[in-house]
């Protein structure tokens, strides 16, 4: 079926080639769409379940991982471990991965003048999904210290992320740029929810000592600040420019620095006509504000895979 789906596509001219691709047939076009749920994501009715149809594929990936390699692995405790993932697809965690692949789409629109690809917008939903399951397994580790189980489920839940990221980009020349961008981000949310914790236990310091006055308060504020600017609004841009072959340390640098003055900013006025991040922006020419503008909205929606994400 999707030999065929394919083969339709490109007579009528509706070409799924992943970046570089020219169009042609090639005897590994079959392999690479049988990994995708083509057929699934062809017929869905809205982008929502659309995004959400790569979500059974990929656990159906991690299990039969787990049946491969999980030696001395019981059924049961394979079953367990899918029933503890499950509620990641039926939360709204779902919209801080789809915005990875509409970000995506209006870079390659303003760049090439075309919607994605299929295999472009497969990969940039992998990686969406792949960031919904560290931001979910990082939460519920902040929520359940107390709860051992919970704790063994959600550090299992963070390791699947780097299988999801090697089973599908291990051959790309973009691979260990997103390994590198996903650990920075796991490092980032331990911070993140190490400060919060320490600072709603006990009022203390990151040296454990107590405040000696406000500025300290308002520095780990700040911090934590920056953390969630990292994972809410910089992944997604981070990843598509990524995905965008671009290798320039310092425009990743920019694009952090124009996430911060989103993160920052009370309203869509204060950041437009900061003149900082207005010259940023112009240096990330790839990346159009349009896409800031996504993030920003969808960010001011609660929309994100934020602390104030609702459960």
């Known amino acids: 079926v999707i030999h065929i789906v394919v083969s339709i596509s490109r007579f009528m001219g509706i070409v799924y080639d992943g970046p570089g691709g020219d169009g042609g047939h090639s005897d590994h076009d079959e392999d690479i769409y049988a990994a995708y749920p083509f057929e699934s994501m062809q017929l869905a009715d809205n982008k929502r379940y659309r995004f959400g149809a790569m979500f059974r594929t990929l656990m159906d990936e991690i299990v039969t991982h787990l049946q491969e390699e999980g030696e001395g692995m019981?059924?049961?405790?394979?079953?367990?471990?899918?029933?503890?993932?499950?509620?990641?697809?039926?939360?709204?965690?779902?919209?801080?991965?789809?915005?990875?692949?509409?970000?995506?789409?209006?870079?390659?629109?303003a760049?090439?003048?075309?919607?994605?690809?299929?295999?472009?917008e497969a990969k940039a939903t992998v990686?969406?999904?792949?960031?919904?399951?560290?931001?979910?397994?990082?939460?519920?580790?902040?929520?359940?210290?107390?709860?051992?189980?919970?704790?063994?489920?959600?550090?299992l839940m963070e390791s699947y992320v780097f299988f999801i990221i090697h089973k599908h980009f291990h051959e790309d020349a973009c691979y260990h740029k997103i390994i590198e961008?996903?650990?920075?981000?796991?490092?980032?949310?331990?911070l993140y929810h190490l400060m919060i914790s320490n600072a709603n236990a006990s009022k203390k310091s990151i040296l454990g000592g107590p405040f000696v006055d406000n500025a300290e308060a308002i520095l780990l504020g700040r911090f934590n600040r920056m953390k969630e600017h990292f994972c809410?609004?910089?992944?997604?841009?981070?990843i598509c420019m990524i995905l965008s072959?671009?290798?320039?340390?310092?425009?990743?640098?920019?694009a952090k620095q124009v996430c911060d003055s989103l993160g920052e900013s009370e309203n869509e006025d204060e950041w437009k006509s900061d003149a900082?991040?207005?010259?940023?922006?112009?240096r990330l020419g790839m990346v159009p504000e349009e896409a800031f503008q996504l993030l920003f909205d969808e960010m001011k929606n609660n929309c994100l895979c934020g602390d104030n994400q609702q459960k």
């Not at 929520?143 to 550090?155: E, G, I, L, Q």
């Not at 961008?181 to 980032?188: D, I, R, S, V």
């Not at 809410?232 to 981070?238: C, D, K, Q, T």
Request: proline share 2%.
């Open 181 to 190: 961008l996903f650990l920075e981000a796991k490092e980032n949310r331990s």
């Open 127 to 155: 990686l969406g999904w792949a960031l919904i399951i560290l931001a979910y397994s990082h939460d519920v580790l902040a929520k359940s210290t107390r709860d051992s189980s919970k704790v063994r489920y959600a550090v």
């Open 276 to 282: 900082v991040t207005q010259s940023a922006m112009k």
């Open 232 to 238: 809410v609004l910089y992944m997604p841009i981070a």
């Open 74 to 109: 019981e059924l049961k405790q394979i079953e367990q471990i899918q029933e503890a993932m499950e509620p990641i697809s039926t939360t709204d965690y779902d919209k801080c991965g789809m915005v990875v692949v509409e970000v995506y789409r209006i870079m390659i629109k």
């Open 245 to 254: 072959d671009v290798k320039d340390k310092v425009l990743f640098e920019t």
């Open 111 to 120: 760049r090439m003048k075309r919607d994605l690809a299929f295999l472009e």
